[in-house]
């Protein structure tokens, strides 16, 4: 790996880091908030799980692992050179599988309510999704496309956009819901 690859790898696990311990107080101000949807502390918890593992992929190379292991199965099987009609495969389940997600969380979150309120609900609603797209993320990476790989390391590089945004999202949301339940306690 080259130094300049180690260090940006250190400093997204740090930022993991920093999200996930953002996410604790978050997860456990939940409790303390009088009339919050047990859901909550769920969203949060699984901010912190997701972006210790984040972390731990980063500083391990769990994904690059995961991703050669992959390719070292095609080859070992002699279906590398077909392995676009299986990423593609892939790839349109993970649409298909995200798209019909996106659809039953949509109607669910329409029927709640949740996005009439302005309060607790939707700053975990967000950090949600802010999860979701991140899940996302690392399994598109993983399946390693090459169509969805010049999207994602060519031009604007929105692997970096998703990774970083869901990333600062999420952080950013665990601190201002702590923040928020911190208020509503002291009243």
């Known amino acids: 790996?080259?130094?300049s690859t180690e260090l940006l790898s250190l400093v997204a696990a740090a930022f993991y880091i920093v999200t996930a311990?953002?996410?604790v107080p978050a997860?456990?101000?939940v409790q303390a908030a009088r009339g919050t949807p047990h859901w909550h502390r769920t969203v949060w918890i699984v901010a912190v799980v997701l972006f210790v593992c984040c972390a731990a992929s980063r500083l391990f190379g769990v994904e690059e692992g995961l991703r050669q292991l992959l390719r070292g199965e095609l080859r070992d099987e002699r279906l590398y050179a077909e392995?676009?009609?299986y990423q593609a495969m892939v790839a349109?389940?993970?649409?298909i599988a995200g798209s019909i997600a996106s659809?039953?969380?949509a109607a669910k979150v329409i029927s709640s309510g949740v996005l009439r309120s302005s309060g607790l609900s939707r700053i975990a609603l967000m950090a949600g999704l802010?999860?979701?797209a991140m899940v996302i993320l690392i399994v598109v990476?993983?399946?390693?496309?090459h169509a969805l790989d010049v999207l994602l390391y060519r031009g604007p590089r929105l692997n970096w956009i998703v990774d970083i945004g869901a990333t600062a999202m999420t952080g950013a949301l665990a601190w201002l819901y702590a923040a928020r339940t911190g208020h509503q306690r002291r009243r």
Do not use: Q
């Open 1 to 3: 790996m080259h130094k």
């Open 21 to 23: 311990i953002l996410a």
């Open 27 to 29: 997860a456990r101000s």
């Open 83 to 85: 392995r676009r009609e």
């Open 92 to 95: 349109s389940g993970i649409i």
């Open 103 to 105: 659809m039953i969380g």
């Open 130 to 132: 802010a999860c979701a």
């Open 141 to 145: 990476r993983v399946v390693s496309l």
